[in-house]
């Protein structure tokens, strides 16, 4: 099972800080797709997300997968979350029934994963697992349906790609900005301190964040920012899992095939 940095949430299931309990099985299906049916453009997979409700992404210059609804969803808390989540990502993987027509990296069955900084932040790391993804990569298409043994949905075809069943991207409107925790004054000072360790020698490297408050006249559709980021840094993988959205220059470790 593939994890990234999560249709019908009904028939979901759900597995809630339970290292050890037994996930449902899931029925996984990968078809090659039409790679003309994507536009060459950087946000075509993004294009595809059906609605606003937590859209799933991990895409760079208009390859990787997209995700929605949820097949499995489960979170984790505290110093085990990541070993938590790989058992059970495991366990899953052991029970479920998988035809994969294309096998490349991506495709049968994929996991998307956000996951808290700190163990002790009061912040869940959730994993969910999508009934639909879509993905490309070299010039080749797919698209994995994953179902619950049970309720197995429509098998991976085109059909499930149908535009009259997405909604319309909403744009925030005006956006206004306010500063967050920490008044820039105190963020410059905070910069100054750092510069100067680094000048003594104390440090090789700092890395600092502040946060900024944006207020927005209509909710934000994760969609239309997603489609902001990927079109606006085309070097940076745009990502959404778990009602994080983003975008980061940095893939820090990457595994194909067990290693």
């Known amino acids: 099972m593939s994890t990234v940095p999560a249709g019908s949430r009904t028939s979901s299931r759900t597995a809630r ?17 039409d790679p003309s049916l994507l536009p060459d453009d950087d946000g075509a997979l993004l294009d595809l997300l059906p609605d606003a409700d937590t859209p799933l992404a991990w895409v760079r210059r208009g390859e990787g997968i997209v995700g929605w609804g949820e097949a499995l969803r ?8 990541f070993r938590a989540a790989e058992d059970l990502c495991r366990a899953t993987l052991a029970s479920a029934v998988v035809r994969d027509e294309v096998k490349l990296p991506g495709t049968g069955p994929v996991a998307f994963g956000a996951f808290a900084f ?7 790391s959730v994993v969910v697992v999508p009934r639909v993804v ?14 619950p043994a049970g309720s197995i949905g429509p098998a991976p075809s085109p059909a499930l790609l149908d535009p009259a069943a997405r909604t319309a991207v ?43 408050v944006a207020t927005t006249q209509r909710p934000v559709d994760p969609r ?17 899992v778990g009602g994080m959205v983003g975008a ?6 990457r595994a194909e095939k067990g290693s």
């Open 17 to 33: 800080d339970l290292p050890g309990a037994a996930p449902a099985p899931l029925v996984v299906r990968t078809a090659e797709l």
């Open 74 to 81: 489960f979170t984790t808390s505290g110093t085990d979350r």
């Open 118 to 124: 700190g163990p002790g932040d009061g912040t869940r």
């Open 134 to 147: 879509v993905g490309r990569r070299g010039g080749r298409a797919w698209i994995t349906t994953i179902d």
């Open 170 to 212: 909403v744009a925030p409107g005006e956006v206004r900005y306010a500063p967050g925790g920490r008044d820039p004054r105190a963020w410059v000072d905070v910069v100054g301190q750092g510069v100067a360790r680094i000048r003594a020698g104390e440090l090789d490297k700092v890395v600092l964040a502040r946060d900024v």
């Open 224 to 240: 239309h920012l997603l489609g902001r980021l990927s079109r606006g840094y085309r070097s940076a993988w745009t990502f959404s």
């Open 248 to 253: 980061t220059p940095e893939l820090l470790a």
